[in-house]
């Protein structure tokens, strides 16, 4: 009985001591740390004056280890609409305009935005590629690739501890001409991250417009950069960043030049025999000015602040 207890004291002793000398290397959600970190939501992160008063200081200077985090968002209750907009998707077109399809998967367009993948993403997983220094000495970020999921790992030093935040690739954006940026759900929000990949240093850098010894994970994905970049986002009404997360399509698809295909699908089905086509559109049957207007949806010439003047390719509008 007495041996029984001192083994116990002595157990209880050598656990005591262990824990309170336990090196002090383990990753902390950064959640935990509020000194530098702050919850954004994304109608306060568009309002410029409001983000950039957590970024600098009166004297203009970048407020080094601020770290914006996007405040939970309410999720969407009701269900989904399944029809996806009357959108199909490329895949549908090509059981009847197969050669069109086989050309088509090829193009920047079709690979403008897509699911992440060690083919998609672009930048390097590599030990010794995948860390990403910056002004702060306390601040870092590694990108993580784990069991085909990947993840940029935000790393903050304070004091003696280390604070960690991942953030999935979910989506990404950019064929990879220039470069590539990617964005990650929180619940049914779309947030871009802070780390980006440019093709000409083959570097991961931070996203234009975000300021290097910082980390933002609070910028939202609003649905004119979708509109651009993807087929098809159903938007919640009302919200700057809320979607459906299981009826979008990505890639910019036939549907984007051609209109909607669901139809003119379900019309061929019925009437096999037809060589007359019905519900589609063929820009080559439009006015010149009309069938500009298909490419200048996005490529200029609209007066959205995001494209570029007439006849030019827009500017990188991150
Ligand atoms: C079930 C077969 C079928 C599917 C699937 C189909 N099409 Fe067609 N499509 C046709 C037929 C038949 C025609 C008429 C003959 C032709 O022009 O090839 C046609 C014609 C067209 C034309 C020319 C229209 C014109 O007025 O000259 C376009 C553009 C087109 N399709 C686009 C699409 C797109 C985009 C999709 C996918 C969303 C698609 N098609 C899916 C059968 C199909
Ligand atoms: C008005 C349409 C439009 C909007 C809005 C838009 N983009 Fe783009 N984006 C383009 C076009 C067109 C290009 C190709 C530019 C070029 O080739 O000069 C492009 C290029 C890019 C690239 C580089 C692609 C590559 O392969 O190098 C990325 C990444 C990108 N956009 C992301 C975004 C993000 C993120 C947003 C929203 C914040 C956005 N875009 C909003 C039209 C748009
Ligand atoms: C960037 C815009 C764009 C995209 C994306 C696109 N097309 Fe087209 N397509 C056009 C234009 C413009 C024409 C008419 C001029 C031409 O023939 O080049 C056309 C012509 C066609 C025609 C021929 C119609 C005819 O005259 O007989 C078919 C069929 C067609 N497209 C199907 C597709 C399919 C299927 C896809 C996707 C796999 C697709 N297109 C993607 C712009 C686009
Ligand atoms: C829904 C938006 C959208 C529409 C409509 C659209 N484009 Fe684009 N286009 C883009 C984007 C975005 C890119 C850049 C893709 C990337 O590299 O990620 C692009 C890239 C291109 C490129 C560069 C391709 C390359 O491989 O370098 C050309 C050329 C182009 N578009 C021509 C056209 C023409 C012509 C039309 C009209 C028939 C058109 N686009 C319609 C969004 C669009």
């Excluded at 209750?77 to 059981?95: H, L, Q």
């Excluded at 784990?146 to 950019?174: C, H, I, M, W």
């Excluded at 780390?195 to 939202?220: E, H, K, M, Q």
Aim: aromatic share 12%; charged share 20%.
């Amino acid at each position: 009985m007495k041996r029984l207890f001192v083994v116990s004291v002595v157990a209880i002793l050598l656990v005591a001591t262990l824990t309170y000398f336990q090196p002090q290397g383990g990753v902390i959600p950064l959640e935990e740390e509020r000194a530098n970190v702050y919850f954004v939501s994304p109608d306060e992160y568009l309002r410029t004056r409001l983000r950039d008063s957590y970024l600098w200081d009166l004297a203009g200077n970048v407020k080094l280890d601020t770290v914006l985090l996007p405040v939970a968002p309410e999720v969407l209750k009701d269900k989904t609409d399944p029809t996806s907009g009357g959108f199909v998707g490329a895949e549908a077109c090509a059981e009847c305009h197969l050669s069109y399809y086989e050309s088509f998967v090829e193009t920047s367009h079709f690979k403008t935005s897509a699911k992440p993948s060690q083919t998609t993403i672009l930048g390097s997983f590599e030990p010794g590629k995948s860390l990403v220094e910056t002004k702060s000495p306390n601040l870092s970020f590694e990108m993580l690739a784990k069991d085909n999921k990947f993840f940029q790992s935000a790393r903050l030093r304070v004091r003696d501890k280390t604070y960690a935040g991942e953030f999935p690739f979910d989506l990404v954006t950019g064929s990879g001409k220039m470069g590539q940026t990617y964005c990650y759900w929180k619940d049914d929000h779309l947030f871009q991250l802070h780390i980006s990949y440019l093709v000409d240093t083959d570097c991961w850098i931070n996203s234009p417009g975000f300021v290097d010894g910082t980390a933002s994970y609070a910028r939202p994905i609003v649905a004119r950069c979708l509109e651009c970049h993807a087929t098809y986002f159903q938007a919640v009404e009302g919200t700057r960043n809320q979607y459906r997360r299981d009826n979008y399509i990505l890639g910019i698809s036939c549907e984007n030049c051609h209109g909607r295909g669901r139809e003119h699908i379900t019309y061929h089905h019925q009437h096999p025999d037809s060589t007359e086509s019905y519900g589609i559109v063929n820009p080559a049957d439009l006015s010149a000015e009309r069938a500009r207007d298909t490419c200048r949806l996005c490529h200029g010439g609209t007066a959205d602040a995001n494209s570029s003047q007439d006849g030019q390719l827009p500017v990188l509008p991150f």
